[in-house]
């Protein structure tokens, strides 16, 4: 007569739980279930940790790249050509899709910052100051609570004494201070190309003043961003009434591809085209990936190495109790009962596992999303700050189930070696 359930629920019970209560099989049989299931638990919590980590991480420079950068930008199909000033073209660009909440010119080109007897290279960005506070959110990134629009102002320089007043700009806080400068210094914008003069060939040089700074924690922005009005960019490049690019904003971010599609059936036969901010920034998109699905293998090598001690934990829980294997053969268990018996094990190891780990993980984590621990934040642009925590739940299932599934699978190997035992031969063998 087969066993019934019952009866595989109480040896379930005894071997798995009942054995903590035995002083004799504590150091055995226990310690049996006790490896295994850290084996587990270790593995899911790892996994848990690094990619909830990963992802705040990701997050953040996606936020940062989609603040300081806009989500599409509309350019010539030649690199570096200008587009003739035209408000009727952004009236028409921006009536194609319902997803554009806002679009703006922009103006952009290197430049080199010369402040006394230092000098810098920089990339000047030209832009609409009234247009680009909707289109871009760099706004939150800037000192002393400013905006854009005091880029439309001039102001006297308060490093120079009876100064003329200047045109405003805005630098990265990191660039400022290389060249030792202060909110009100002035400083020359110098041109990399020397244009013809009175006295022949020689750089244009444009006096500025500094209206502020930005901090995006973006190294590259910080080291190299200087924002002017568009008017400004356009005499300085002596560009004028024409667009290096328009910069849209849309509903939804990662939309960018396939509106891009849709505007460039538009687009393409004005010799313009969409670029998204996936293009722009497609080499640090595909290093990102590449290390998530790095982690991940690894993470999943260490659940697997867990899962191996289950196998070898039921192996040798086999070989200790063949005599009660085979007592309980001669009583009616059948050889698929015995497997199931110990697939049921692995089955239950794995998931004591993987809620331990996921108990584990979740406090790690609200520790590290909630105090600033210097070992891990210092490595970030705000080390003050507790680091950014993205919890993604398809991970989670991912992770639950698949250490549960290799859990079991693991399990398969002692439940074929139960079910070959020869209870004739060890019922025989005296002790």
């Not at 049996?32 to 705040?56: D, N, Q």
């Not at 050509?81 to 319902?98: A, D, F, G, R, V």
């Not at 998204?276 to 993470?299: C, D, H, I, Q, Y």
């Not at 290799?406 to 060890?426: H, Q, R, S, T």
């Amino acid at each position: 007569m087969p066993a019934n359930s019952k009866a595989i629920r109480f040896l379930l019970y005894r071997y798995l739980v009942s054995s903590w209560a035995s002083r004799t099989r504590r150091s055995a049989a226990a310690i049996g279930v006790l490896l295994p299931v850290l084996g587990v638990a270790i593995g899911v919590f790892a996994f848990t940790v690094v990619l909830s980590i990963m992802g705040g991480f990701v997050s953040n420079i996606k936020s940062h790249l989609l603040n300081m950068q806009a989500h599409i930008e509309i350019v010539s199909t030649e690199r570096g050509k200008q587009i003739p000033s035209n408000p009727e073209l952004m009236e028409k660009i921006k009536s194609l899709s319902t997803d554009i909440i806002s679009l703006s010119p922009y103006q952009s080109g290197d430049v080199i910052l010369q402040a006394g007897n230092k000098g810098q290279m920089a990339r000047l960005e030209g832009l609409d100051p009234y247009l680009a506070e909707n289109t871009l959110g760099i706004q939150k990134f800037l000192s002393n609570n400013i905006n854009l629009s005091v880029l439309n102002r001039k102001i006297p320089a308060e490093n120079i004494a009876n100064s003329n007043l200047f045109p405003t700009i805005i630098l990265g806080q990191d660039l400022m201070n290389q060249l030792d400068l202060n909110i009100g210094d002035s400083l020359t914008l110098v041109s990399t190309i020397p244009d013809e003069g009175p006295g022949g060939m020689a750089p244009i040089q444009f006096p500025v003043v500094i209206a502020g700074y930005v901090q995006s924690g973006n190294f590259s922005y910080n080291q190299k961003l200087v924002i002017s009005s568009l008017q400004v960019a356009n005499q300085f490049f002596q560009n004028e009434k024409s667009w290096l690019g328009l910069q849209l904003k849309l509903k939804e971010p990662t939309e960018a591809n396939k509106i891009s599609e849709k505007l460039n059936k538009f687009l393409h036969p004005m010799g313009l085209r969409a670029k998204p901010w996936t293009e722009t920034n497609s080499a640090l998109l595909k290093v990102l990936t590449l290390e998530r699905w790095g982690m991940s293998f690894v993470m999943i090598m260490i659940i697997l190495v867990g899962c191996f001690s289950i196998s070898t934990s039921l192996l040798l829980s086999i070989r200790r109790k063949s005599k009660e294997m085979a007592i309980l053969r001669s009583m009616g268990f059948e050889q698929f009962d015995l497997s199931k018996l110990f697939l049921w094990q692995g089955f239950l190891i794995g998931l004591a596992g993987v809620i331990l780990g996921l108990f584990l993980g979740g406090i790690c984590l609200y520790l590290i999303n909630t105090y600033p621990i210097p070992l891990i934040t210092n490595s970030y642009s705000n080390p003050n700050k507790p680091l950014t925590i993205l919890i993604n739940e398809i991970d989670l299932i991912f992770i639950s189930f698949g250490s549960i599934l290799l859990a079991m699978l693991a399990a398969v190997w002692p439940a074929i070696e139960v079910k070959n035992l020869d209870i004739i031969e060890v019922l025989s063998v005296r002790n």
